[in-house]
């Protein structure tokens, strides 16, 4: 058909709007990524970490987990342990920092530490041993005995550490090391600890940090009387025992309810939309404002376009074509610029995308283990084809319906004006 | 002359600046943003006197002997002309329905609180300071910067020294405490309203009253309020002992006074960027393990984190601009295109190319020019309602957009020469055209 081949006379002009409904769509791409992108994430990764409830203070925003603790840990967990739905796996763990005297570099510094109790934290997804072994000891024979006889055995201290990767780097320690840990900066008792493995975690990225028995950190912090803890994960059998777990919680038979709050991986995931939502407002100003000026232009260009082929529409209207023939012809020019445009836009869009992941992974040192900012997923290519065929419908419609209103006999008279 | 009649193309003209005038209006107000919040925490960094600080790197305190450490560094007038220890934590605070009538207490015990009877509970940051100490680090207008939030004061405490530690953490409880407005409005705290803490393990375990309240910036009713419900600030040694920083026993060792921070104001005959970074190495030699944080670094770090912000901000506004001139270097296009007739008389006539090709230019600098301008309307009523609408979803009173004529002209000049750089390709097309040719045909 002519029409389809008018592009080509003209083909500066035409590649000039491809390249701007590309730009649009470019854009459109990644500001709908951005949002998705977090909320796919945070997804991923609460799942890989594999809890389905947390244990945290009471009244305390499950985004500021690790920022405040809970004392009578142990109670807690027995207490929940002993409900009618009792989880099937579940890690107590303490948040805090200790001094790290790396002999060799005559250096001390604070690092975060996660005690942990190694047998239970196993069933959860948040460390990966990535060199070396998971703790020798996998049980935390300093607070079993603690809390079984109130007496500190320091004897018992297994003095096993797994460190992170970025931590091994940068202190050029490996498995076998030994690093000397303390409470103080200076003046306190030093233990030494071995490395018997190197994590990555996936919440800290490339972040420095340490892994040790729970027992031991809250020893070597003086927390252990009160046994104070940052959060407990549970991972229940089945959605139903999660929701009823919470009910469970909510009522007078958990006495703890007045020291922690339990919330599950939805509540987290609730707090964390609460933000993107922002993010989808701000970007839903940014693709109207660019459809509009999209839409604006097109319909500009296509007017201009149509005004210059009106002896060939009416010569044609004049031979016999019907109205709505024109307009599908015209639709068609209008939606062969948009298809080309968004083709090149969305596979532009995609690159952006993967290369603006790579660059904030690299630079962004706290950003989780394989948080991706940006996702293009299905949904958001079908929703940018959809926002390009409303550009290519919504410029073409204007120009087509007035052309083909166009009397014939007044367009063959004279030149188009 | 071709610029001389623009009124053939009026509509076309029209709606082309229209789109400019959206995509100008687009970028200043992104812009208005980024650089808004820069200039926030710039502005409210710079104008504190809180030279230095020296912190643990977390929220867990690690500094001991804060109030003695704070007081050698006070006395060390050469350097230094004012110190404090600070503490900050996260903890909860219970609020009474009606005035019980109970004086300040460090240990209550559950048969002297209104168990049930309280108008709500929230987890609040916690600042613990030496008042006497912290005076000295207010700005003229009662402002206290602590961490990264401005605290407006509309009094002080009662007590300006620390009894509670001088008599180790024995006696002198002062149960004085300050609390953010907004908080003292949503439970209807008045001076000398009672105020309970809750301890890690649920209980009430002391009570305070309050001797005054404070403005804050980043506190509100909005996001801010659901990720912590307020700020209240007490006498350091009373926080140390509620939070169990007061004294810590255990196998590492006994620690004592423990603090997350100490804020520094340098003298100012010693306040040259050289003298700080002396000052700040002998600082880390003292305080090992520890961070030693300058006015200058917190700067760099503000600009750092504000980057990406920006670059955001400035990436997503310019390619709006782009897709706008990429369709106005498409209609300038169509526009060589049908005036080739007039172009190709007027170089017959002798108008050289370069001529014609600055009347391109031109024709499409004027509707850049005037989108630019017409565009500073939807920039600045973009950038006011930006503003009031992140004011109402956090719920602070911070300034979040920043509008000045550098903005505009920077803007201004990236549009003008962005669209000289677009206005190349017409312009090339209109100067190549061929008399001679444009003659035969």
Redesign the interface.
Known sequence: MFLLTHPRR?P???S??I??IA??I??TT??ISLSAGIRESSDRTLDRIGADVYVV?????P??IN??????GGSILDAIRSSPYPPIHFSPRSY??L?INSTDLN??????VYGVVPEMEENFGQFEVISGQWFNTDNDPVREEYRSTGI?R?DLFTLEVIISSQLSRNLGVDVGDTILL????????E?SYRIDGIYSDMLAGHGEGILIHLGELQ??????I?D?LTEILLKMDGRDDVEQLIQWSESDQFI?????DLHTRGDILG?LY??TS?ID?FSAI?IT??I???L??????L???IK?MGKELAMLRAIGFSRWSLMFHLFQESFLNTFLGGIIGLIFGVMVVKALNSLLSET?EQLPTGFELFSVDVVTLLFVIMIFTVISTGAGMVPALISSLKDPSEAMRGESR | MIILKPHRRV??NA??M??IA??FG?LLSLISVAWGLGEAAEDRSKGQPRDMVIS?????P?I?NSHIRSQELKNDEGNFSAAMPVLT????LAFPKEDAGLTPSMDLSMEDTPQGDLEG???VGLVGLVPDLAKDFMGEDDTLFIRTELLKMNGWFNVGSDPFYESDYKQGWTGEIIVDQEMAKRYDLDIGSPVYY??????ISASFVLVSTFDTFLMGEG?SS????GIAMIHLAELQYLT?NHI??????E?RDLSTAIYLDIQNERSDASTQKEIAIDLERS????QVTTKERRLYRIEDEIL?LKSFSIG?GA??V???L??????M??GV??RRKDIGILRAMGISRLSIFQWILSETLIIAILGSVVGLIPGYVGSHYLDI?LRG?YGVELEFTYMSPTIIVICFCFLIVTALIFSL?PGY?AASVDPVKFMRE
Do not use: C
Request: no cysteine; hydrophobic share 45%.
């Open positions: 003209n500066l002009r035409w000039l709007v390249f701007a730009s649009s470019i854009l990644m500001m203070p009471k009244d305390l925003n985004l500021l920022l405040q603790r809970f004392d009578q805090d920092t001094f250096k001390i510094s604070e690092i975060s500190v320091e303390s409470s103080r900066i200076q003046g306190g008792d233990f020893m070597i912090k003086g927390t252990h009160q104070t703890f309810g007045g020291v922690v707090e609460g933000f922002l407002g940014v404002i660019s509009l000026v999209s604006t232009f097109l319909t500009v260009i007017m201009i376009s210059g962004m | 509509w076309r709606l082309s229209f789109s959206i995509s687009m643990s790197l977390g929220i867990v690690t001991e934590m996260l903890g909860r509970s929230e987890t809750i301890n890690s393990s649920g209980k996001l659901d990720i912590i419900g169990n810590i026993s255990g196998p590492g060792g620690r305080f090992p393990g520890l990406i997503v390619t709006t782009m897709i706008g990429f369709f106005l270097s498409s209609v296009l169509i295109e049908e609408y979803l390709i097309r």
